[in-house]
């Protein structure tokens, strides 16, 4: 049984910063791609951030120079170091594997408010 388990979430002052991070099960992690996407109401699920198995990264425009995705296949993880967080950064956050195969996890919640 797949399982990516998220967690990190909360609520962050503007200007703050908050890491999250994705605990996966069931697959074997070294070989898939690794993700967050991002879904605020109203608004389609975006692609935050990915890191390939060879440690490729791609970010989404917003989040470029404020966002860092790590993994640590050992402990088959996959984070999210966000900082210079924005009100806009609101959103369920949500971890993805992809290989062939695609999984997603329960999503956590990040609130940017004052």
């Known amino acids: 049984q797949v399982q990516l388990v998220e967690s990190g979430g909360g609520l962050v002052q503007p200007g703050g910063s908050l890491r999250l991070s994705c605990k996966a099960s069931g697959i074997i992690f070294g070989v898939y791609t690794m993700g967050w996407y991002r879904q605020s109401p109203g608004k389609q699920r975006e692609l935050v951030a990915s890191?390939?198995?060879?440690?490729?990264?791609t970010y989404g425009e917003s989040v470029k120079g404020r966002f860092t995705v790590s993994r640590d296949d050992a402990e088959r993880t996959v984070d999210l170091q966000m900082s210079s967080l924005k009100p806009e950064d609101t959103a369920v956050y949500y971890c993805?594997?992809?290989?062939?195969?695609?999984?997603w996890g329960q999503g956590t919640q990040v609130a940017v408010s004052s």
């Open positions: 993805n594997a992809h290989g062939g195969l695609e999984f």
């Open positions: 890191i390939t198995s060879r440690r490729d990264t």
